[in-house]
């Protein structure tokens, strides 16, 4: 599956900004559908994963500040970041999983300024 993903951008500190991850296909098929994300100089670690009876799980980081959401007619996965930290500021990646695959999208940025 090919993913888009966009929204990403500057906001300061406090902000908020929505991510979005189009697919190519019909996400019903896709397993599990998440958001990583990799800061400068750093390793690409896991954000937050839904699956596809909608159950999520959340980094210990962004809990309780970034809602992940999909909405199947649109074939998007979204991202929702509230309360947005200096320390967010990244590349942030979607992924979905079906079976033995892995899809990446391109990635968009996110930087929160001071």
């Known amino acids: 599956v090919q993913l888009q993903a966009s929204g990403g951008g500057l906001v300061q500190a406090g902000g908020s900004l929505r991510l979005s991850c189009a697919a190519s296909?019909?996400?019903?098929?896709?397993?599990?559908m998440g958001w990583y994300r990799q800061a400068p100089g750093k390793q690409r670690e896991w954000v937050a994963d839904?699956?596809?009876?909608?159950?999520?799980n959340y980094a210990d980081s962004v809990k309780g500040r970034f809602t992940i959401s999909r909405d199947n007619a649109k074939n998007t996965l979204y991202l929702q970041m509230n309360s947005l930290k200096p320390e967010d500021t990244a590349v942030y990646y979607c992924?979905?999983?079906?079976?033995?695959?892995?899809?990446w999208g391109q990635g968009t940025l996110v930087t929160v300024s001071s």
């Open positions: 992924n979905a999983v079906r079976s033995a695959v892995v899809d």
């Open positions: 296909r019909n996400i019903l098929t896709i397993t599990r």
């Open positions: 839904i699956s596809r009876a909608s159950g999520t």
